[in-house]
Structures are given as structure tokens and as C-alpha cells.
Nanobody, 125 residues
Framework: AQVLTESGGGSVQAGGSLRLSCVASGFFVSVDCIGWFRQAPGKKREGVANTVASHTDYDDSVAGRFTISRDNAKNTVYLEMTSLKPEDTATYYC????????????????????WGQGTQVTVSS
């Protein structure tokens, strides 16, 4: 079975940092696309960042503040979040999508087919 497990969420003040982890089992993050998404209460789920092989992509709202990275030996993808803002408050999910060495666009959420359970990030002003 393909399973994704997120961790690392928490509560921080604006300007703070958090690192989210997404551990994969049943497939390899070295060849498959992993994306990070978030959903705030009452809002649609939105793409934050994705990565496969040497490719990375970021939503404009987080570019320059968030960094997605991968540790193939641990089969884990990270989302390093800095300069956090209250509007970053949401439940963050990682998801697998696309085919080998190919990432669906961040707006193409339906192409991400395996999802974790989510981890809550709360940023206070």
C-alpha cells in the first residue's frame, strides 16, 4: 500500500519557522512527484510546492519563504517554512501525483492521488 505520513506542524508566531516532514512508504520519492498542499477553514485546497528529481515548483504566495527538499535515503520530503505569516495558517498535506519523473502542475490537484492525513500549522500575529 502507498502511504504518506506528515508531521512537524505546530503553532508559531508570525516570522517564525517550521519544518514539515512527509514520510512515504510503498513507493520511492526519488522517482515520484510529491507535492505539498494546504487547506484553510472555508477555503479550497491549494498547491504550495512540488518536487521530483531536480524539479521544484512553488506557488507565488510562498516562493522565497518555503523550500521543498527530499532525502531519498529516508524516503522523506520536507517543507521548510520560514517568515511565516498568519495567512499561512492551514492544514498541510503531502500527496503523490503524476508519473515517474513528472509532476502535475500545482493547480491540478486531482492528479495527486495518494494523500497523507495532514498536519496543522497555526501562525499567530
Amino acid at each position: 500500500a502507498q502511504v504518506l505520513t506528515e508531521s512537524g506542524g505546530g503553532s508559531v508566531q508570525a516570522g517564525g519557522s517550521l519544518r514539515l516532514s512527509c514520510v512515504a512508504s510503498g513507493f520511492f520519492v526519488s522517482v515520484d512527484c510529491i507535492g505539498w498542499f494546504r487547506q484553510a477553514p472555508g477555503k479550497k485546497r491549494e498547491g504550495v510546492a512540488n518536487t521530483v528529481a531536480s524539479h521544484t515548483d512553488y506557488d507565488d504566495s510562498v516562493a522565497g519563504r518555503f523550500t521543498i527538499s527530499r532525502d531519498n535515503a529516508k524516503n522523506t520530503v520536507y517543507l521548510e517554512m520560514t517568515s511565516l505569516k498568519p495567512e499561512d495558517t492551514a492544514t498541510y498535506y503531502c500527496a503523490r501525483g503524476g508519473n515517474w519523473y513528472s509532476c502535475p502542475p500545482l493547480y491540478d490537484i486531482e492528479s495527486y492521488t495518494t494523500w497523507g492525513q495532514g498536519t496543522q500549522v497555526t501562525v499567530s500575529s
